[in-house]
Nanobody, 127 residues
Framework: QVQLVESGGGSVQSGGSLRLSCAAS????????MGWFRQAPGNEREGVAA????????LYAESVKGRFTISQDNAKNITYLQMNSLKPEDTAMYYC????????????????????WGKGTLVTISS
């Protein structure tokens, strides 16, 4: 049974940092595109970052480049999202997602491309 469990969300002030974790189980972690998405109230779910666990290549949304870093620990089946220089507009529910092939630059940010989803962790940034 595939499971993705996010953790690490919370409330911080603008300029602060958080590290999100996504613990995966029930599939061969080292052969997946792992993505982080976020959804703020009234907005569509948007892709934030993705990593190909078979080779560590990463992709980012323009809005988070230089501030967020996605990484993985294949020994622990965990995907991380280090978020620095946080802004109020980063406030959202953050979701982890997985799909069993490489991350394509043309589609990694499309929610419908992913087979599996976690339940999310809430990130709130105050100004």
């Amino acid at each position: 049974q595939v499971q993705l469990v996010e953790s690490g969300g919370g409330s911080v002030q603008s300029g602060g940092s958080l590290r999100l974790s996504c613990a995966a189980s029930g599939f061969t972690y080292s052969s997946y595109c792992m993505g982080w998405f976020r959804q703020a109230p009234g907005n569509e779910r948007e892709g934030v970052a993705a990593v190909w666990t078979g080779g560590s290549s990463t992709l980012y949304a323009e809005s988070v480049k230089g501030r967020f870093t996605i990484s993985q620990d294949n020994a622990k089946n965990i995907t991380y999202l280090q978020m620095n220089s946080l802004k109020p507009e980063d406030t959202a529910m953050y979701y982890c997602a997985a799909v069993p092939f490489v991350c394509f630059s043309s589609s990694w940010y499309v929610a419908n491309e992913y087979n599996y989803w976690g339940k999310g962790t809430l990130v709130t940034i105050s100004s």
